[in-house]
T-cell receptor
């Protein structure tokens, strides 16, 4: 089946630094990718939707200048958490929609971020 | 605004038991509904997808039903096994294949050997 990878799988950083998370669709093209955040014992909350070659659409309450999203190719989207703070510590999951099979959305394994 | 609720939040059963997980949603105008499995610290694995025009889908020991008019779906797991222990998430997609998924908070299932 289709695979979505994320790198890194976990990261620990100091407060104030920036962290970049990569999301790749390994065997299909994805014109649309989604970024979710999940806090412990809670469900996934959509942060933004990114479309290849255009600006991401952010959900209400998500700061676009803090969570920079770049979807430069059909197989890669990146999320950069800028000036990270401890409250940004969370589990970030990306998802990619297969351009050839519109209803199919595949999820990555997630990235655990801990900001000290 | 679509809201998705899952009951119970947690469930612990002995191995071999049949069980039902419940999902309800407030806006019945959905495109499809999907059940996922999430293991601790991992991403999501899609289990079953039910289109709005369908009543149920089956895959192995799993059966998912959909009653769109009442805003409910159930996931039935037959002959549960310890390997079924995970969090099960229900998600609905509203307006077509290009729209977003709205997730419930999940049911944490533990199957005891």
């Amino acid at each position: 089946g289709a695979v979505v990878s994320q790198h890194p799988s976990w990261v620990i950083c100091k407060s104030g630094t920036s962290v970049k998370i990569e999301c790749r669709s390994l065997d299909f093209q994805a014109t649309t990718m989604f970024w979710y955040r999940q806090f412990p014992k809670q469900s996934l909350m959509l942060m933004a939707t990114s479309n290849e070659g255009s600006k991401a659409t952010y959900e209400q309450g998500v700061e676009k200048d803090k969570f920079l999203i770049n979807h430069a190719s059909l197989t890669l989207s990146t999320l950069t958490v800028t000036s990270a703070h401890p409250e940004d510590s969370s589990f970030y999951i990306c998802s990619a929609r297969d351009s050839g099979v519109k209803e199919t959305q595949y999820f990555g394994p997630g990235t655990r971020l801990l900001v000290l | 605004k679509q809201e998705v609720t899952q009951i119970p939040a947690a469930l612990s059963v002995p191995e071999g038991e049949n069980l039902v997980l419940n999902c309800s949603f407030t806006d019945s105008a959905i495109y499809n509904l999907q059940w996922f499995r999430q293991d601790p610290g991992k991403g999501l694995t899609s289990l079953l997808l039910i289109q709005s025009s369908q009543r149920e889908q089956t895959s192995g020991r799993l059966n998912a039903s959909l009653d769109k008019s009442s805003g409910r779906s159930t996931l039935y797991i037959a002959a549960s096994q310890p390997g079924d222990s995970a969090t099960y998430l229900c998600a609905v997609r509203r307006g077509g294949s290009g729209s977003r998924l709205t997730f419930g908070e999940g049911t944490q299932l533990t199957v005891n050997p």
